[in-house]
């Protein structure tokens, strides 16, 4: 049976967004509600709990603490359940400073909701550092309707919290796979190769572009698999498979450290974890995800 990820590592939350329900009384309900929930976050790094999982606590708890734009941002809802995120400002007593941790280094031993959950929360939270002023006049923002998007009083612009489109591939050639490294990876570690999609450009057309900009190939029939939230800071990930007759690869070096063909057999091994030509990604990435889904197919 072909293998499909369910659900998708980032996304799967259970959360009504609740666009029509982010008035000021509505907020003010839901802060009020006695199952209210929030997760805290430091410098992009959610807070976890001494059992592995990711730290909520009732929004009530941030009284008097120092939190970033925007507060309170409302996740959404979970059933009647409120779901809030606060980015606590330097030197809280809250929580202690190594209840934060990276999401990369916990990523893969959350569970697939909370994971869903804290990479919405960190995309939102780095969006909004990045945009605190209007990008038409610079004037200094607000956030409006819980965090859903950004205000601009002085010339009335509204900005949307951004979500950029990368194009991920598998690129195939009879029963092998092209994998490339980047430059600083950990040893070993390879993976599909990916690229940010261009104004103007299809997804098929930035595969196309990428893969002959990175490897120097041609490749053809790009289909669509499935695509990833991935919140390092905020990309969608769609991910592709290809299929090329050339074999010959002409790195280009100011991108990629290395790329190489492998076969299915290499590629299952290393998956199974019994080989070792090359270090899998990590299960939280679309790429793991794409090859499991080649080699099931
Ligand atoms: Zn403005």
């Known amino acids: 049976m072909t293998y499909l990820p369910s659900p998708?590592?980032?996304?799967?939350?259970?959360?009504?967004?609740?666009?029509?329900r982010r008035s000021m009384e509505d907020l003010k309900a839901y802060l009020n509600r006695k199952d209210a929930k929030a997760v805290l976050f430091k410098d992009g790094?959610?807070?976890?709990?001494?059992?592995?999982?990711?730290?909520?606590?009732?929004?009530?708890?941030?009284?008097?603490?120092?939190?970033?734009?925007?507060?309170?941002?409302?996740?959404?809802?979970?059933?009647?359940?409120?779901?809030?995120?606060?980015?606590l400002h330097d030197s809280q007593k809250l929580v202690d400073e190594e209840r934060f941790q990276e999401?990369?280094?916990?990523?893969?031993?959350?569970?697939?909701?909370?994971?869903?959950?804290?990479?919405?929360?960190?995309?939102?939270?780095?969006?909004?550092?990045?945009?605190?002023?209007?990008?038409?006049?610079?004037?200094?923002?607000?956030?409006?309707?819980?965090?859903?998007?950004?205000?601009?009083?002085?010339c009335k612009t509204d900005h949307f919290p951004r979500v950029n489109p990368v194009v991920i591939m598998l690129i195939l050639r009879g029963d092998k796979c092209l994998l490339g490294r980047s430059p600083g990876w950990p040893e070993g570690a390879f993976s599909a190769l990916a690229g940010f999609i261009s104004p103007g450009e299809s997804m098929e057309e930035a595969c196309l572009r990428e893969t002959k900009e990175e490897v120097g190939i041609n490749v053809t029939d790009v289909q669509y698999v499935f695509s990833q939230p991935w919140p390092f800071?905020?990309?969608?990930?769609?991910?592709l498979i290809c299929h090329t007759k050339e074999d010959k690869l002409t790195v280009n070096t100011k991108e990629l450290e290395a790329a190489q063909w492998?076969?299915?057999?290499?590629?299952?091994?290393?998956?199974?974890?019994?080989?070792?030509?090359?270090?899998?990604?990590?299960?939280?990435?679309?790429?793991?995800?794409?090859?499991?889904?080649?080699?099931?197919?």
């Not at 939350?13 to 029509?20: K, N, Q």
């Not at 990479?119 to 004037?139: D, E, I, N, P, T």
């Not at 790429?287 to 197919?297: E, G, K, T, V, Y």
Request: hydrophobic content about 40%; some cysteine.
């Open 8 to 20: 998708m590592p980032f996304a799967g939350a259970e959360l009504d967004y609740a666009e029509d």
């Open 233 to 239: 800071p905020s990309q969608l990930m769609m991910g």
């Open 262 to 297: 492998f076969s299915k057999d290499e590629v299952q091994a290393v998956m199974n974890k019994q080989g070792d030509s090359f270090m899998r990604p990590p299960k939280f990435t679309i790429a793991h995800q794409l090859l499991r889904h080649w080699l099931s197919q």
């Open 103 to 154: 999401m990369r280094v916990v990523a893969g031993r959350m569970k697939p909701d909370e994971l869903a959950i804290a990479g919405r929360a960190r995309s939102l939270f780095q969006w909004y550092h990045h945009h605190q002023f209007c990008s038409a006049c610079g004037k200094k923002t607000r956030a409006a309707y819980a965090g859903m998007y950004s205000h601009c009083e002085a």
């Open 45 to 87: 790094k959610p807070a976890m709990s001494e059992d592995g999982s990711l730290m909520m606590v009732h929004p009530d708890k941030l009284n008097g603490t120092n939190v970033n734009h925007p507060a309170p941002l409302l996740l959404g809802l979970r059933g009647e359940m409120p779901v809030f995120a606060f980015s």
